[in-house]
């Protein structure tokens, strides 16, 4: 191992040689090694933590076609199963590099990896304001997910901070199961959709646009929020139980990076309808590659990697399996 706990690529042996390797064990990843290990390409599936991504964190999962209502954990427990049927799942065996060469080398904690081809599905992470307090307050009054958190706020003071769909959403949700919310958004306009923003009207949730947290009260737990509206420059501190942080989603792609491959702005892996990237024999599918984050897409685009990946390796003028 070197220093920095990553296995060295002289001394350690390869643990594997596949035709693909699979990063991320979220519906994308287990879709994508489903149908690679059908299509008869040796794969193995890669996850840092254990398999399900941030979808085990849902509760109630209600728009998956085939399960009516299916708790988030359980649906990914069974998916995972699934996928064992046909591939291996390496829990705990986080990629902490990769290099491109005659093969691609991929170094994890514990040895090296080679293979073809790889499917990044490494998903993504929930943004944070990055104001104090909120780090030391996290599970102690700050959250980044209301449906997980939600109830314990039941008849509480709460903020949703952001103004997309996820944080219109939250509030409804929040407002649904007896939580006082208000809206915090730092614009003068909502980015979530018509039918949300009128939702939130309808049901006369306080919002305070033009305002931005600058720090959360820190103590044995949250007590309030410390907000600035940035037209006015008046700064006050809002008694809260709960603060919902709902700003976004960061892509995993720091391994797209070191492959470089075309991103967005935001740091989403560019694909094309196939789900290739910018580099051949590399695919990306589910949140890392941005677009809706649906469980239902990530699927799909595991499933179109694995078969992208598939007919590429299977190519003659391209490279041979
Ligand atoms: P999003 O659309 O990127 O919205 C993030 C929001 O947070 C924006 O309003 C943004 O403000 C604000 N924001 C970002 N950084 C901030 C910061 N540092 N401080 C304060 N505010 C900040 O993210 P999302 O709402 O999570 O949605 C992501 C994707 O999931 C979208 O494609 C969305 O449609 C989808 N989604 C769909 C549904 C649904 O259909 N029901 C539900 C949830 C999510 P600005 O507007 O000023 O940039």
New binding site residues.
Partial sequence: MTSEGIASDQTEAVLGDYDVIIIGAGPAGLSAGIYASRAGLECVILEKGVPGGQVITSPMIENYPGFAEVPGMKLMETMAEHARRYVDIKEGEEVLRVRAGEKFELGTSSGRYTCKAIILATGSSH????VPGEEGMTGKGVSYCATCDGFFYKGKEVVV?????????DALYLVSIGCKVTI????A?????QH?QLSVKQHKIPVMMDT??EEIVEGEEVTGIKLRNISTGVVKTMPVNGVFV????VPSSQLAAELGLEMDP?GFITVDRSFRTSVPFVYAAGDVSG????IVAAVHGGAAAALSCFEDLMNPYYRKI
Avoid: P, S, Y
């Fill in positions: 943004r944070k304001l990055g901070v952001g103004g997309g769909n996820t944080a219109l959403t915090i958004h730092r614009r306009e909502f980015r979530a959709d949300l931005v947290a709902a700003v976004g989603e935001g677009g809706i984050r649906q």
